[in-house]
């Protein structure tokens, strides 16, 4: 694998959004020695408007929709570089000098599988960049960066349609009993350009609940099942509290079906490796400069 690092986007129907994005990429003052996309569904128009902005872009696509973490699966195989730079469509850098801190942070800390920006919504006052980090549990996909041979070697996502409350979740325990590490940062920062209303779609509470229940079956042994229990009662809770009771009675109906679609990619952890992972998203560690 040459040293360097990929950037890579994952597309599906918001074209403007997905344009501007590639927009700052192409414009940080140290570009990425390659930049790749993947547009999901085969979502043509958008990839024919990639095309005709930015042809140096390489371009990959799934006729079926795989979700941005089926999309990622592929990028992460097909960049050339050990370090890749993850965004959304609607994600981007804040600091022109984003790809050169990245690399500086992955020689000062080689223990990182994934190093994780931190991240602003739209209205949210931007943080300074502090050269301060900690060790993590979990990280963003939309704004990290992953040694490509610990991401493959864990496995990738599990591709969902909806993977809200599964996919990084999912690839970080599983990173975490392998040994790996991530590390959070707010020296890198960006921006996503969302305010999450589309959190409020039934078919995302749906499946927010349906997937914590996958996580639980997938990765947790059978003695800490409660505990999943208890994780999708807690998101039942915050749901209802936030008057966010559409899609709820199909999240809870659906978890069956969607644990038996998924069943191939049933591969329990051990019970010291999930309770350290809980453990460290409860009190992360600092990090030594």
Not at 50 to 55: D, G, S, T
Not at 175 to 191: A, D
Not at 270 to 285: E, F, I, Q
């Amino acid at each position: 694998m040459k040293v360097g690092i990929s950037a890579i986007v994952t597309a599906y129907e918001r074209i403007d959004q997905t344009l501007a994005t590639l927009r700052v990429i192409h414009s940080c003052a140290l570009k990425p020695d390659e930049i790749l996309v993947h547009v999901d569904a085969n979502r043509s128009e958008c990839e024919q408007a990639i095309r005709n902005a930015f042809p140096d872009v390489q371009i990959l696509h799934s006729e079926d929709r795989v979700g941005p973490g089926g999309g990622r699966n592929k990028l992460l195989n097909a960049a050339q570089f050990e370090l890749v730079a993850s965004f959304d469509d609607d994600s981007y850098p804040i600091d022109s000098d984003y790809f050169a801190r990245a690399v500086q942070l992955f020689e000062r800390f080689p223990d990182a599988s994934v190093i994780c920006a931190a991240l602003y919504l739209a209205g949210e006052s931007i943080g300074l960049d502090e050269q301060s980090a900690q060790w993590t549990a979990d990280f963003c996909g939309g704004a990290c960066i992953f040694r490509r041979k610990d991401f493959l070697e864990a496995g990738g996502y599990v591709p969902l349609p909806v993977a809200y409350g599964m996919e990084e979740v999912d690839l970080a325990i599983r990173l975490h009993s392998r040994g790996g590490k991530i590390l959070t940062t707010p020296w890198l920062r960006v921006f996503h350009n969302t305010d999450l209303k589309r959190h409020d779609d039934p078919h995302v509470t749906a499946g927010s609940i349906a997937n914590l229940a996958l996580l639980a079956y997938l990765r947790y042994p059978i003695s800490l099942w409660a505990i999943g229990v208890g994780q999708c009662a807690n998101r039942l809770l915050w749901l209802l509290s936030h008057g966010r009771r559409r899609g709820i009675w199909k999240g809870v109906t659906m978890i069956p079906a969607h644990l038996w679609a998924n069943h191939r990619y049933r591969l329990p952890l051990s019970k010291r490796a999930v309770r350290s992972y809980l453990a460290l998203r409860r009190a992360p560690v600092p990090a030594n400069q």
